[in-house]
């Protein structure tokens, strides 16, 4: 059973648009997370919600805007794409009161904006 | 504020060859200090997570060590194979923002056949 799923794999599209990506986890963790990884590897930590409020909002852009229905769920709105926003972006959820706060990833969304 | 650092950035060894990765941070006070493996255009793998408290943890042919005092963890590797071909990431959590995961800029491994 996948852990941590995210929707689609591979979204292509073009500048101005606006888009969504999906992001479940059947852990039952109560904290889940969104990092983008840029052109160089590196990672970077975006939103966190923990139990369905925000707990983190790093400083990106407003067009970025995460949405979290249930504890399970955490989706990632982009509005007004721009070219720089091309990355792949990984969904990670834990669970903060197990003292161990291991971080469990999906298999990420490669975003091209053309 | 918390920083990793990985080094080497890129390294490439015959197969057979035992290697090692290090990952050093700054800043002593952790929970705990997570392997990951990237491999080409794929997500993240958790290899091996490394408790404060502990000094190493095992897995397979990897094995991970931690010392907190000197701000270093160096992934061991036994008996390499291509297969081991990938991006190896560290990552500790922040202590102040809910425990967001920091990363180094991770290390590329090429095992020549």
């Known amino acids: ?114 | 504020k918390q920083e990793v650092t990985q080094i080497p950035a890129a390294l490439s060894v015959p197969e057979g060859e035992n290697l090692v990765l290090n990952c050093s941070f700054t800043d002593s006070a952790i929970y705990n200090l997570q392997w990951f493996r990237q491999d080409p255009g794929k997500g993240l793998t958790s290899l091996l997570l490394i408790q404060s408290s502990q000094r190493e943890q095992t897995s397979g042919r990897l094995n991970a060590s931690l010392d907190k005092s000197s701000g270093r963890s160096t992934l061991y590797i036994a008996a390499s194979q291509p297969g081991d071909s990938a991006t190896y990431l560290c990552a500790v959590p922040s202590m102040d923002s809910n425990y967001q995961l920091i990363w180094g800029a991770g290390t590329k491994l090429i095992i020549k056949p």
Request: proline residues 4%; contains cysteine.
């Open chain 1, 1 to 114: 059973d996948t852990a941590v799923s995210q929707t689609p794999k591979y979204l292509v599209t073009q500048m101005g648009n606006d888009k969504s990506i999906k992001c479940e986890q059947n852990l039952g963790h109560d904290t889940m997370y969104w990092y983008k990884q840029d052109s160089k590897k590196f990672l970077k930590i975006m939103f966190s919600y923990n139990n369905k409020e925000l707990i983190i909002n790093e400083t990106v852009p407003n067009r970025f805007s995460p949405k979290s229905p249930d504890k399970a769920h955490l989706n990632l709105h982009i509005n007004s794409l721009e070219l720089g926003d091309s990355a792949v972006y990984f969904c990670a959820s834990s669970q903060r009161d197990r003292g161990t706060y291991e971080q469990y990833f999906g298999p990420g969304t490669r975003l091209t904006v053309t």
